[in-house]
């Protein structure tokens, strides 16, 4: 694209992150038949933000009723991304969730799963055995279990959406920074290496990135990228196993391994996924720099204490270790709002540890936003105005 002709076009939707999210929001809006370029600061495929790699759980089990709906809608909707890019995104393996028994989180899934209608079981610590041979769950815990839950090829599902949106007209921009943002009835999108993107509308996915880019809008939002490592081990057949592994499995409840999940053989076969997901076991970093220090080893000092404690046939040294980065809100609520001053900007942001399975829920609602169409979901729940003014307001850049 020459330089006049890049000042000649104005894109109706620009996206900024080329994200789980952002690819999302750009596979719904380019079906409404307007003109949308998605742009991602480095190479599509690279292993720096929050969506690359083998794997993400995906269920419906969860305790809040806003999320267990958007689960309702997210299954189809993966189905039909599968479907249009001719690529496989889901595998179905079950989930149990374990915790001691009448454990506050799984009584509070238990009753969220009846409200929303969704069917599931609870099975004693011995039929969950059964299922997962390589459990070593004591007999004072139960687990709740669903059928449909399983596993989502997290790449490649990147891909798949990507693939959607050009087949469709879409305008994917890799190795594109923006490095500034400035508002107006058209927002223009500068970049220090390439030319300027003009748009009617922006869309804001940038991951681990928010803080930067959203302070010189006046929004300074109280997220936290945090560093965590998927921690992959090597499986052993147990003697007079029939060949069942695992089915995918987390451990809940605030007094025992809060968070720790195993997925089974998958990505790398022979290894299986367990990973230690509290606050604590991952290090505050600044994204550009995600891997200055490698010190902090509590992550893998935790699953190992796990492994030993709760499984079988398990390694107690990694395979691999691979860097990922969270970014969390105080709540570990997502953030899907308006910029409160620029209503032509929509914001994605702080999906904490748990936004890729509904990453096409997310997509739909910032495509609404975007179109000013009605909104499938209550987004009050995932509102910048929930938090005190005083923590996200800025009086750096642009006031507001
Ligand atoms: C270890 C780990 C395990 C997880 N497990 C699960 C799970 O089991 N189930 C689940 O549902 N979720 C899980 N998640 C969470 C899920 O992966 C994230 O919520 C999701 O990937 C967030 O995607 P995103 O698009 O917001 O961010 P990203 O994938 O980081 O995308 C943001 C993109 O914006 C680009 N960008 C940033 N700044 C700019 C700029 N200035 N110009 C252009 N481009 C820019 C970045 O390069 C990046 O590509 C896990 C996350 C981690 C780290």
């Known amino acids: 694209m020459s330089d006049t002709h890049s000042r000649r076009v104005v ?113 004693d610590s011995k039929q969950m055995k059964q299922r997962c041979p390589h459990l070593n769950l004591p007999d004072s815990f139960e687990c709740v279990y669903e059928e449909d839950a399983g596993i989502l090829a997290a790449s490649k599902a990147v891909t798949a959406l990507q693939n959607v ?35 009617k509308n922006i869309v804001v996915t940038v991951g681990p990135w928010a803080k930067k880019v959203l302070k010189p809008l006046g929004l300074d939002l109280p997220l936290r990228t945090v560093r965590k490592e998927h921690l992959y081990w090597k499986i052993t057949p147990l003697p007079d196993n029939d060949g069942r592994g695992f089915e995918v499995v987390i451990f809940a409840d605030d007094d025992v ?39 902090n080893q509590k992550g893998v000092e935790e699953t190992k204490k796990f492994i030993t404690q709760y499984l079988l046939g398990i390694s107690t040294a990694p395979s691999i270790v691979e860097p990922c980065i969270l970014t969390k809100t105080p709540d570990n609520d997502f953030i899907i709002d308006k910029h409160p001053k620029y209503s032509n900007i929509m914001i994605g942001v702080g999906f904490s540890g748990h936004g890729f399975k509904l990453a096409p829920v997310v997509g739909k609602i910032l495509c609404e936003m975007t179109m000013n169409l009605p909104l499938s979901y209550d987004i009050l729940p995932f509102a910048i105005n929930r938090f005190k003014p005083s923590d996200y307001y800025t009086h750096q850049g642009h006031t507001i």
Not at 28 to 51: A, M, N, P, W, Y
């Open 165 to 199: 949106f050009i087949k469709n007209g879409g305008k994917l921009l890799d190795c594109h920074p923006i490095t500034e943002i400035v508002p107006g009835d058209v927002v223009v999108l500068k970049s220090s290496s390439k030319q300027d993107i003009r748009a």
């Open 257 to 295: 391994s809060e968070g720790c999940y195993i997925t089974p053989e998958f990505e790398y076969p022979g290894l299986v996924k367990v990973n230690y997901n509290t606050d604590d076991g991952g290090i505050e970093v600044d994204p550009d720099a995600r891997d200055a220090d490698t010190t």
């Open 11 to 123: 894109y109706d939707v620009a996206v900024i992150g080329a994200g789980v999210i952002g690819s999302a929001a750009a596979y719904h809006i380019i079906k409404k038949g307007v003109k949308v370029v998605l742009i991602e600061q480095f190479d599509v495929g690279h292993t720096r933000g929050s969506s690359h790699g083998g794997s993400r759980i995906t269920r419906h089990l969860y305790n809040t009723d806003y999320y267990t709906k958007m689960t309702i809608e997210a299954f189809p909707l993966w189905e039909q991304v599968e479907k249009e890019s001719g690529i496989t995104v889901y595998s179905k393996t079950g989930l149990g969730r374990c915790a001691p028994k009448h454990s506050e989180t799984l009584s509070s899934i238990i009753a969220s799963m009846h409200r929303c209608g969704l069917p599931i079981s609870v099975l």
